[in-house]
RNA sequence: GCGCCCGUAGCUCAGCUGGAUAGAGCGACGGCCUCCGGAGCCGUAGGUCAGGGGUUCGAAUCCCUUCGGGCGCACCA
C-alpha cells in the first residue's frame, strides 16, 4: 500500500527539483520517527545542500512553494534539519486499507519464471538436530514468502543417501553391533534416535582402530554401486531417517515437492553427463604428476575470487575413480536449470506426498503433468561454512560458459546454531563458551526433543489458565492449541535471527512465550478476535466496511491508531525487500512490531465500551487492519494463529 | 598466511541504500485486572555503539587500521 505513495512522493519532489532547480535528482523518501512529524518524508534538500550552495531548510522551503501534495496526501510540511514530510490524509488511507491485501503479488515477478529453493538436506543417517531446524525453517519461510509475491516456486530436499554419514552408520549395524539386515528393519521407533547414538558410537570405535576405517571405505564403495548387503542396509538406513526427518517437519508444517537422492544421481550418470560437459570445456584436467596424481581437478588459480587457496585445485574425480560432492552438485546444478540434457525419474516417496527421485514404475508420474527442475533461478540454503563449496559448485557453472546460470545460483548461507554455555552445561557437555553442534560427537538437541518440551510447556500454561475461568475445553482441543503454539515458539525463534549471526540456543530463551516470541503475536490476534467475538454477543457489527470509514471525522485517528494503520501498510515492501535480501528476520521483526503497536493500543483505546459511535468504529477498523496484515504476516512466517489461547 | 562473519544496555539482539532525541525483549525496580483475557500494558534505572584514524554539513551505519571472538581454506559433505 505505502509503496504507491512512495512513488508519488517521489515523482512530485523529482518535478519539483528539475522546476525549480534544474536538477535531475532521485530523491529518498522514507518513513520519519514520529507520526506528528508526518508519514513519508524525504531528506533531498539536505543531500543537496552541499551541490547547491544553499542552506537545507531554504532548499526545503523552496521546493515546499513550488510542490503540491500529491493525491491522498493533506499537506506538506518542513521539519527539523530540513526534511520534508508529507501528510496523509488518514481517513481516506484507512479506509482504502480495509480493502486491501495486506501481501499481494508482486509486480517485480515474473510467474512465468520458476524459482529453484533447495533446503533441509540433513544426512539421512541419524536424528534432525535444532541446527537442521534453522535450514529447514529458513527455506520454508522463503519459499512461503516467494510465493506469496506470485513467484512459481519449487521445493527441494537433497538426500544424500550415498554419503560417507550413511555409510558409517551401516558400519555400526553391520560390523559393530553384528545386526542383519531384517534387524535393522525390525529396530522399533524412534529409529533416529537408535542411529543418533550408533552415529558417534562408531566414531569412537574407528578411533581404537584405524583399520576399521577400511569397513566404511568398503561400506562407501557398496552404496555407490547399489549392490550388495552393505547398499541394502544404506537404502533402508536412509530410508527409514528420511521417514523421520519428513514426520519431524511436518510438525512444524514444512514440506517438499521433491526429494531428491543422490542414489538416482549416481544410477543415472548424472555425473557422467556433467563430466563430458567439463572435459569439452576444459574446465577439469586429468593430473598426471604431484600432490593430485591421478585426479581430475578443476583449476582455481585463474580465479580472481579464489587468490590465496593452499591448493589452487579442487579434485572433482578421486584417483579410485569416485567423484567428489562438488562434481555430483555441479551435476545436480546443472539439472536444476535444465542444462544436464537429461531427466530424473520420479515416484511418490512411501506411496504418498511428497515426489522422490526413484526409478519410475512402470508408467507412474507418467500423466501428473509434474515437471520438475527447470528453475530460472536456484537458491540453495545451506550454512555459511559451505561457502566455499557454493562458489565452486558456481565456478563450474562459468567454466561450462552458463554465466546467466552462475549469476542465478544463489547460495544462501545463515550462519550455525550452537548451545549456549549453560544450555551446553544443563545438558552435560561443559563448556565455558558456547559449544558447536556435532552429530559425529552426539553433541546437540534433537529437534522432536525441543519440539516435544515446547508441547509440554504450552499445555501446561493452557491448562492453569483455563483452570481459572473453570471452562474446561476438551482434551484434544489442548492437543491442538498445544501444538500450535509450540510451533509458532519455534518457528518465530528461528526466523527472528539475522542470517550473518551464529544462534547460541539457550532452552529457556527459546521456550520462552513472552516478549517477543511466537506466542505473542498469537495472544495478540487472540485480543482481536476476542474483540470481535464480544461485539458479536452484544449484537453489535463486528466489521466496519471501508465506506463507512471513509465517512469518519479526521479528528478520530489519534497518532498511536494512525501509526499501526501506517505501519501495517507497509507489509508488502517488507516482504519484498526479506525475499529480495534473503533477510527474513525482517518479516519477522515487522510482525513483532506490528503486535506490539496492538497491544499498546489494546490497553488505551477500548471498543465494546465506547459510547461514540465514530471513534468506536475507527477503533475497529484498525484492529481490522492488524489481524488481517499480521495474519498475512503470520502465515508466511508459518505461524499457525488460534481463535483462543 | 588468506578469506568470510560477529563485537551496540547486566544478558539476547534490532538499527534499511550515511540523517530528525541510539531502540526492543529478558533480567532489576515501581505501578496497572469493579473496564474487550495480565502469554498483556505503563513507568524508572542502565550505552565513551570494542579502540584509533579518515571521508562528510552530519557516522552505530562508508573507508583504513588495531584488538578481541567465531567459521572456512580435504581425494568429508
Same mark, same amino acid.
Request: glycine share 8%.
Given at each position: 500500500?505505502?509503496?504507491?505513495?512512495?512513488?508519488?512522493?517521489?515523482?512530485?519532489?523529482?518535478? =519539483?527539483?528539475?522546476? /525549480?532547480?534544474?536538477?535531475?535528482?532521485?530523491?529518498?523518501?522514507?518513513?520519519?520517527?514520529?507520526?506528528?512529524? =508526518?508519514?513519508?518524508?524525504?531528506?533531498?534538500?539536505?543531500?543537496?545542500?552541499?551541490?547547491?550552495?544553499?542552506?537545507?531548510?531554504?532548499?526545503?522551503?523552496?521546493?515546499?512553494?513550488?510542490?503540491?501534495?500529491?493525491?491522498?496526501?493533506?499537506?506538506?510540511?518542513?521539519?527539523?534539519?530540513?526534511?520534508?514530510?508529507?501528510?496523509?490524509?488518514?481517513?481516506?488511507?484507512?479506509?482504502?486499507?480495509?480493502?486491501?491485501?495486506?501481501?499481494?503479488?508482486?509486480?517485480?515477478?515474473?510467474?512465468?519464471?520458476?524459482?529453484?529453493?533447495?533446503?533441509?538436506?540433513?544426512n539421512p543417517n541419524k536424528?534432525?538436530?535444532?541446527?537442521?531446524?534453522?535450514?529447514? /525453517?529458513?527455506?520454508? /519461510?522463503?519459499?512461503?514468502?516467494?510465493?506469496?509475491?506470485?513467484?512459481?516456486?519449487?521445493?527441494?530436499?537433497?538426500?544424500d543417501d550415498t554419503g560417507v554419514q550413511v555409510a558409517d552408520v551401516v558400519v555400526g549395524f553391520l560390523d559393530l553391533r553384528g545386526c542383519s539386515v531384517a534387524d535393522i528393519e525390525?529396530l522399533?521407533?524412534?529409529?533416529?534416535?537408535v542411529c543418533w547414538d550408533i552415529y558417534s558410537e562408531v566414531g569412537r570405535w574407528y578411533d581404537g582402530d584405524p583399520q576399521r576405517l577400511e569397513l566404511r571405505r568398503r561400506t562407501l564403495h557398496a552404496l555407490e554401486t547399489g549392490e550388495g548387503r552393505r547398499a541394502e542396509a544404506g537404502r533402508l538406513v536412509a530410508?527409514?531417517i528420511? /521417514?523421520?526427518?519428513?514426520?519431524?517437519?511436518?510438525?512444524?508444517?514444512?514440506?517438499?515437492?521433491?526429494?531428491?537422492?543422490e542414489s538416482?544421481?549416481l544410477?543415472?550418470?548424472?555425473?557422467?553427463?556433467?563430466?563430458?560437459?567439463?572435459?569439452?570445456? =576444459?574446465?577439469?584436467?586429468?593430473?598426471?604428476?604431484?600432490?593430485?596424481?591421478?585426479?581430475?581437478?578443476?583449476?582455481?588459480?585463474?580465479?580472481?575470487?579464489?587468490?590465496?587457496?593452499?591448493?589452487?585445485?579442487?579434485?572433482?574425480?578421486r584417483s579410485d575413480g569416485t567423484?567428489t560432492y562438488?562434481?555430483?552438485?555441479?551435476?545436480?546444478?546443472?539439472?536444476?536449470?535444465?542444462?544436464?540434457?537429461?531427466?530424473?525419474?520420479?515416484?511418490?516417496?512411501?506411496?504418498?506426498?511428497?515426489?522422490?527421485?526413484?526409478?519410475?514404475?512402470?508408467?507412474?508420474?507418467?500423466?501428473?503433468?509434474?515437471?520438475?527442475?527447470?528453475?530460472?533461478?536456484?537458491?540453495?540454503?545451506?550454512?555459511?561454512?559451505?561457502?566455499?563449496?557454493?562458489?565452486?559448485?558456481?565456478?563450474?557453472?562459468?567454466?561450462?560458459?552458463?554465466?546467466?546460470?552462475?549469476?542465478?545460483?544463489?547460495?544462501?548461507?545463515?550462519?550455525?546454531?550452537?548451545?549456549?554455555?549453560?544450555?551446553?552445561?544443563?545438558?552435560?557437555?561443559?563448556?565455558?563458551?558456547?559449544?558447536?553442534?556435532?552429530g559425529r560427537k552426539g553433541?546437540?538437541?534433537?529437534?522432536?526433543?525441543?519440539?516435544?518440551?515446547?508441547?509440554?510447556?504450552?499445555?501446561?500454561?493452557?491448562?492453569?489458565?483455563?483452570?481459572?475461568?473453570?471452562?474446561?475445553?476438551?482434551?484434544?482441543?489442548?492437543?491442538?492449541?498445544?501444538?500450535?503454539?509450540?510451533?509458532?515458539?519455534?518457528?518465530?525463534?528461528?526466523?527472528?535471527?539475522?542470517?550473518?549471526?551464529?544462534?547460541?540456543?539457550?532452552?529457556?530463551?527459546?521456550?520462552?512465550?513472552?516478549?517477543?516470541? =511466537?506466542?505473542?503475536?498469537?495472544?495478540?490476534?487472540?485480543?482481536?478476535?476476542?474483540?470481535?467475538?464480544?461485539?458479536?454477543?452484544?449484537?453489535?457489527?463486528?466489521?466496519?466496511?471501508?465506506?463507512?470509514?471513509?465517512?469518519?471525522?479526521?479528528?478520530?485517528?489519534?497518532?498511536?491508531?494512525?501509526?499501526?494503520?501506517?505501519?501495517?501498510?507497509?507489509?508488502?515492501?517488507?516482504?519484498?525487500?526479506?525475499?529480495?535480501?534473503?533477510?527474513?528476520?525482517?518479516?519477522?521483526?515487522?510482525?513483532?512490531?506490528?503486535?506490539?503497536?496492538?497491544?499498546?493500543?489494546?490497553?488505551?483505546?477500548?471498543?465494546?465500551?465506547?459510547?461514540?459511535?465514530?471513534?468506536?468504529?475507527?477503533?475497529?477498523?484498525?484492529?481490522?487492519?492488524?489481524?488481517?496484515?499480521?495474519?498475512?504476516?503470520?502465515?508466511?512466517?508459518?505461524?499457525?494463529?488460534?481463535?483462543?489461547?
Amino acid at each position: 500500500m505505502l509503496q504507491d505513495k512512495r512513488n508519488l512522493v517521489a515523482g512530485v519532489l523529482r518535478r =519539483g527539483l528539475s522546476d /525549480v532547480f534544474g536538477l535531475d535528482h532521485d530523491p529518498v523518501v522514507e518513513v520519519p520517527p514520529q507520526r506528528r512529524l =508526518g508519514d513519508l518524508a524525504s531528506p533531498c534538500a539536505l543531500h543537496l545542500a552541499r551541490e547547491l550552495r544553499q542552506a537545507p531548510r531554504a532548499i526545503a522551503e523552496r521546493l515546499l512553494e513550488a510542490v503540491d501534495p500529491p493525491a491522498g496526501f493533506n499537506r506538506i510540511t518542513v521539519e527539523g534539519p530540513g526534511y520534508l514530510n508529507f501528510h496523509l490524509d488518514r481517513t481516506g488511507f484507512a479506509a482504502a486499507m480495509i480493502d486491501a491485501v495486506p501481501v499481494a503479488r508482486s509486480a517485480t515477478v515474473d510467474s512465468r519464471a520458476k524459482v529453484i529453493v533447495e533446503h533441509t538436506n540433513i544426512n539421512p543417517n541419524k536424528a534432525a538436530h535444532i541446527g537442521h531446524l534453522r535450514n529447514a /525453517v529458513l527455506g520454508d /519461510v522463503l519459499a512461503r514468502a516467494l510465493r506469496r509475491l506470485g513467484q512459481t516456486t519449487e521445493v527441494q530436499n537433497y538426500i544424500d543417501d550415498t554419503g560417507v554419514q550413511v555409510a558409517d552408520v551401516v558400519v555400526g549395524f553391520l560390523d559393530l553391533r553384528g545386526c542383519s539386515v531384517a534387524d535393522i528393519e525390525a529396530l522399533p521407533e524412534p529409529f533416529d534416535y537408535v542411529c543418533w547414538d550408533i552415529y558417534s558410537e562408531v566414531g569412537r570405535w574407528y578411533d581404537g582402530d584405524p583399520q576399521r576405517l577400511e569397513l566404511r571405505r568398503r561400506t562407501l564403495h557398496a552404496l555407490e554401486t547399489g549392490e550388495g548387503r552393505r547398499a541394502e542396509a544404506g537404502r533402508l538406513v536412509a530410508r527409514r531417517i528420511v /521417514v523421520r526427518h519428513l514426520a519431524t517437519m511436518a510438525r512444524i508444517d514444512i514440506d517438499y515437492d521433491l526429494l531428491t537422492r543422490e542414489s538416482e544421481i549416481l544410477r543415472l550418470d548424472f555425473f557422467v553427463a556433467a563430466f563430458e560437459q567439463l572435459k569439452e570445456t =576444459g574446465a577439469v584436467r586429468f593430473e598426471e604428476s604431484g600432490k593430485n596424481a591421478g585426479c581430475w581437478v578443476m583449476p582455481l588459480a585463474d580465479s580472481e575470487e579464489f587468490q590465496g587457496l593452499e591448493d589452487p585445485d579442487k579434485v572433482i574425480v578421486r584417483s579410485d575413480g569416485t567423484v567428489t560432492y562438488v562434481g555430483k552438485d555441479i551435476a545436480y546444478q546443472l539439472w536444476k536449470f535444465g542444462l544436464l540434457g537429461r531427466d530424473f525419474e520420479y515416484a511418490r516417496f512411501e506411496g504418498a506426498l511428497p515426489w522422490e527421485t526413484a526409478p519410475s514404475e512402470t508408467d507412474a508420474g507418467a500423466d501428473d503433468g509434474d515437471r520438475f527442475g527447470e528453475g530460472s533461478r536456484v537458491i540453495n540454503v545451506i550454512d555459511a561454512r559451505q561457502a566455499y563449496l557454493q562458489r565452486i559448485v558456481r565456478a563450474g557453472l562459468e567454466a561450462l560458459g552458463h554465466q546467466d546460470e552462475a549469476r542465478d545460483s544463489i547460495h544462501f548461507a545463515y550462519e550455525m546454531v550452537a548451545l549456549s554455555a549453560k544450555t551446553a552445561e544443563r545438558l552435560g557437555f561443559s563448556g565455558d563458551a558456547r559449544l558447536e553442534m556435532s552429530g559425529r560427537k552426539g553433541i546437540g538437541v534433537k529437534a522432536d526433543d525441543l519440539l516435544d518440551q515446547l508441547e509440554a510447556k504450552s499445555r501446561d500454561e493452557i491448562l492453569e489458565r483455563r483452570g481459572d475461568d473453570g471452562n474446561d475445553e476438551a482434551g484434544e482441543d489442548v492437543d491442538l492449541l498445544a501444538r500450535q503454539i509450540a510451533v509458532a515458539a519455534l518457528r518465530f525463534f528461528m526466523a527472528r535471527a539475522t542470517t550473518t549471526r551464529v544462534i547460541a540456543f539457550d532452552i529457556d530463551d527459546a521456550t520462552s512465550f513472552e516478549g517477543e516470541s =511466537g506466542p505473542y503475536l498469537q495472544y495478540s490476534i487472540v485480543r482481536a478476535r476476542n474483540i470481535r467475538r464480544r461485539l458479536r454477543e452484544e449484537g453489535l457489527a463486528q466489521e466496519v466496511p471501508g465506506s463507512r470509514v471513509a465517512g469518519l471525522p479526521a479528528g478520530v485517528w489519534s497518532d498511536d491508531l494512525w501509526d499501526l494503520v501506517l505501519f501495517a501498510s507497509q507489509c508488502q515492501e517488507v516482504v519484498e525487500r526479506a525475499a529480495a535480501t534473503l533477510e527474513l528476520s525482517l518479516i519477522a521483526r515487522h510482525a513483532v512490531d506490528l503486535a506490539q503497536k496492538f497491544h499498546a493500543i489494546y490497553h488505551r483505546h477500548p471498543i465494546l465500551h465506547e459510547q461514540d459511535a465514530d471513534l468506536r468504529d475507527a477503533r475497529l477498523a484498525v484492529t481490522q487492519v492488524f489481524e488481517r496484515s499480521l495474519e498475512a504476516l503470520a502465515a508466511i512466517l508459518g505461524v499457525p494463529l488460534p481463535e483462543r489461547m
